[in-house]
């Protein structure tokens, strides 16, 4: 069973910066997906950024385009999310998931706090 471990949130004034990992007991190589999703408290859990296996395309939501980054380093069997210019509206828990195969996912981590200042 893989398991995904979720770090690096903390409390960061509007316009600062912070770096998320996500560690997979697995090999992150091995899956076809990995997704940071985020939810804000009263609110659905919502899609970030994904970046896939093959070409290590990457796809964003709108709202963070420009501002996060989401890489993966195999080596370390860890996703990242670099987060930049953060703004209030990006307080939330982030979670990250991770697909075998095009579908659902099969695995999810427990999630990091990240909550911004004005």
């Known amino acids: 069973q893989v398991q995904l471990v979720e770090s690096g949130g903390g409390l960061v004034q509007a316009g600062g910066s912070l770096r998320l990992s996500c560690v997979a007991s697995?090999?992150?190589?091995?899956?076809?997906?990995m997704t940071w999703f985020r939810q804000a408290p009263g609110k659905e859990r919502e899609f970030v950024a994904t970046?896939?296996?093959?070409?290590?395309?990457?796809a964003y939501t709108d709202s963070v385009k420009g501002r996060f980054t989401i890489s993966r380093d195999n080596a370390k069997n860890t996703l990242y999310l670099q987060m930049n210019m953060l703004k209030p509206e990006d307080t939330a828990v982030y979670y990250c998931?991770?697909?075998?195969?095009?579908?659902?996912?099969?695995?999810w981590g427990q999630g990091t706090q990240v909550t911004v200042s004005s």
């Open positions: 998931g991770a697909q075998i195969k095009p579908g659902t996912f099969d695995f």
């Open positions: 697995g090999r992150t190589s091995s899956f076809y997906a």
């Open positions: 970046i896939w296996r093959v070409s290590e395309t990457t």
